[in-house]
C-alpha cells in the first residue's frame, strides 16, 4: 500500500500515513491520461480568432483590368487571396473547440495521475493547512520548508484564506477535493494535500 509523509506547519515530518490502494495504488494508464489533458486544454480554448474572407475585406468592387490584351493575367478582383490586402482563404472563424469525454476515462486518468504521483513520492500531506490571516509570506515558508516547488495545494473545501496566501507565489495553483483535474496533477511537481482532503478525495474517488 502506497505511503505518503505527513508534515506540520513548521515543515517537521510528523508521522507517515497510508493511501488509499483504490487511488493511489494503481496502474497509471498513460493513453487515459493524454486524453484527458488533451481534452482539459482544448476546453480552455478562447475559439475567438477570426479573419476576413475575399468577400469581407473592403473593396474589390471593380474589375482591375480588361480580360484580355494588356499581358497581365486575368483577374476579376483585387481582394482576390494572392493580392496584398485580398482576403484569407478558408478564414479561421469563431468556433467552439470543447468536445467532452465519458467519465469512466476520466476517473481512470484522474487515478492514475495521482498513482504516477505516489509512486513518485510527489505527495506531501500537511497534518493540518490552517493560515489565520491571509499571509504570503507563511504559505511561502510552507512550501520551502516541505521543499514542494511547483506544486498544487489541496485543501478539503474552497479556503478564502489559503487562496490568497498562495496567489502571488509563482507555479503555485490552489483547489478543493471535490475539484481536482488531471492537468493541475500532471503540471504540478508536487500536491501538497490538507490531511482532512486526503480523506475526502478517497471517499470520492474510490
Given amino acids: 500500500m502506497p505511503k505518503a509523509n505527513v508534515f506540520n506547519m513548521a515543515g517537521a515530518q510528523v508521522g507517515e500515513v497510508e493511501l488509499a490502494e483504490s487511488v493511489f495504488g494503481i496502474e497509471p494508464n498513460e493513453g487515459a491520461v493524454h486524453a484527458v489533458v488533451k481534452n482539459h486544454l482544448a476546453n480552455c480554448r478562447q475559439g475567438t480568432q477570426s479573419s476576413l474572407t475575399r468577400a469581407e475585406v473592403s473593396g474589390g468592387g471593380i474589375k482591375p483590368w480588361r480580360q484580355k490584351g494588356t499581358g497581365h493575367a486575368r483577374q476579376g478582383s483585387t481582394r482576390a487571396p494572392q493580392w496584398t490586402h ?89 483547489a478543493p477535493a471535490k475539484l481536482i483535474n488531471v492537468y493541475d496533477i500532471v503540471n504540478a511537481k508536487n500536491l501538497v494535500i490538507d490531511q482532512a482532503a ?9
Avoid: Q
Wanted: proline share 5%.
Fill in 86 to 174: 485580398g482576403g484569407v482563404v478558408f478564414a479561421p472563424k469563431p468556433r467552439s473547440y470543447r468536445y467532452t469525454l465519458n467519465k469512466k476515462l476520466k476517473r481512470l486518468a484522474l487515478k492514475s495521475a495521482l498513482s504516477a504521483k505516489a509512486a513518485e513520492g510527489a505527495i506531501i500531506v500537511i497534518d493540518d493547512l490552517s493560515i489565520e490571516a491571509p499571509k504570503t509570506k507563511t504559505m511561502a515558508n510552507l512550501l520551502n520548508a516541505v521543499n514542494a516547488g511547483k506544486s498544487l495545494v489541496i485543501t478539503p473545501d474552497v479556503n478564502d484564506t489559503v487562496v490568497l496566501s498562495a496567489r502571488n507565489i509563482p507555479n503555485v495553483v490552489t
Fill in 198 to 206: 486526503l480523506a475526502v478525495i478517497e471517499e470520492v474517488f474510490a
